[in-house]
């Protein structure tokens, strides 16, 4: 089923009307993004506060601390409680946990809204080997792009944020948007752990710039494919090469640039 979860840019509480002026000094009136707090704990630690829409909080915190090893994949999680009035939400695990080392060593990424990294950011990612096996058609990148990108969303409502969306083949699964495409990105990670969704054959398709933090995601996730219709980073570009991810950028139409992982990628459409 495409877009089984996709954006509500109607759903209430996601956007406000604004009044002010426009160039010609008339009234106008137009509809922004909402941006609040959440600040994400891990059974007793306060992990970080992120700034977010908030629509998917519980697969935005479940992602976030499995993209930054806090959370591990066999991990059994007891309940995740989120508090809307006190901007909170604490993971709780059988596990004991305690990252203060960790915590200690951050990192500021480039991601809109400002994205942390804690620890060594290539802590987790020499040891990852991304399946070679793996495909990406030149039909389902211009598919994908068609379809994503004239799916209602509140980048076409109000702009200002980045959308991540899950894929396999010439399907969008799963559409989430946030104010840091690191918060999407997120998002689907934590999706993918609450539904038990397998990286197998799946692509992810950004909005965004193509970071260093996208690409560790990405590899993090076991995704051997990674489009974007922006463009790239030198770094994002350099950690794709030395992981094996195909690296997609400005995809618009039936054009696009890959800098990395090409032997992936199955020329079977025609361009004009």
Same mark, same amino acid.
């Given at each position: 089923?495409?877009?089984?979860?996709?954006?509500?840019?109607?759903?209430?509480?996601?956007?406000?009307?604004?009044?002010?002026?426009?160039?010609?000094?008339?009234?106008?009136?137009?509809?922004?993004?909402?941006?609040?707090?959440?600040?994400?704990? &891990?059974?007793?630690?306060?992990?970080?506060?992120?700034?977010?829409?908030?629509?998917?909080?519980?697969?935005?915190?479940?992602?976030?601390?499995?993209?930054?090893?806090?959370? @591990?994949?066999?991990?059994?999680?007891?309940?995740?409680?989120?508090?809307?009035?006190?901007?909170?939400?604490?993971?709780? /695990?059988?596990?004991? /946990?305690?990252?203060?080392?960790?915590?200690?060593?951050?990192?500021? /990424?480039?991601?809109?809204?400002?994205?942390?990294?804690?620890?060594?950011? $290539?802590?987790?990612?020499?040891?990852?080997?991304?399946?070679?096996?793996?495909?990406?058609?030149?039909?389902?990148?211009?598919?994908?792009?068609?379809?994503?990108?004239?799916?209602? !969303?509140?980048? @076409?409502?109000?702009?200002?944020?980045?959308?991540?969306?899950?894929?396999?083949?010439?399907?969008? &699964?799963?559409? $989430?948007?946030?104010?840091?495409?690191?918060?999407?990105?997120?998002?689907?990670?934590?999706?993918?752990?609450?539904? *038990? &969704?397998? !990286?197998?054959?799946?692509?992810?398709?950004?909005?965004?710039?193509?970071?260093?933090?996208?690409?560790?995601? /990405?590899?993090?996730?076991?995704?051997?494919?990674?489009? *974007?219709? !922006?463009?790239?980073?030198?770094?994002?570009?350099?950690?794709?090469?030395?992981?094996?991810?195909?690296?997609?950028?400005?995809?618009?139409?039936?054009?696009?640039?890959? @800098?990395?992982?090409?032997?992936?990628?199955?020329?079977? *459409?025609?361009?004009?």
């Amino acid at each position: 089923m495409e877009f089984s979860v996709k954006p509500e840019p109607g759903h209430a509480g996601l956007t406000r009307e604004m009044f002010g002026l426009d160039q010609d000094g008339k009234d106008t009136q137009i509809c922004v993004v909402e941006e609040r707090p959440l600040t994400i704990y &891990l059974n007793g630690q306060e992990i970080v506060t992120v700034m977010t829409i908030r629509d998917y909080p519980e697969y935005l915190a479940l992602g976030y601390l499995l993209n930054q090893h806090m959370l @591990l994949p066999n991990d059994h999680v007891t309940g995740v409680d989120y508090d809307e009035d006190i901007e909170t939400i604490v993971v709780r /695990t059988e596990r004991k /946990t305690n990252y203060e080392k960790k915590l200690r060593k951050k990192t500021l /990424t480039s991601g809109c809204a400002q994205g942390t990294v804690f620890g060594d950011l $290539m802590e987790h990612i020499d040891g990852v080997e991304l399946p070679t096996e793996a495909v990406l058609k030149t039909s389902w990148l211009f598919a994908l792009s068609r379809k994503i990108n004239t799916q209602p !969303s509140l980048y @076409l409502t109000a702009g200002a944020i980045h959308g991540c969306v899950l894929c396999e083949a010439d399907r969008p &699964l799963i559409y $989430m948007e946030d104010v840091g495409r690191h918060n999407a990105i997120d998002k689907i990670a934590g999706y993918m752990l609450q539904n *038990s &969704l397998t !990286s197998k054959g799946k692509i992810i398709y950004t909005t965004g710039r193509l970071t260093s933090e996208m690409v560790l995601k /990405t590899v993090q996730m076991r995704i051997p494919v990674l489009i *974007s219709r !922006s463009g790239f980073t030198a770094w994002g570009v350099e950690l794709a090469q030395r992981t094996g991810l195909t690296l997609i950028g400005r995809a618009k139409g039936k054009r696009f640039i890959a @800098l990395a992982g090409q032997e992936r990628i199955r020329f079977d *459409s025609e361009t004009p």
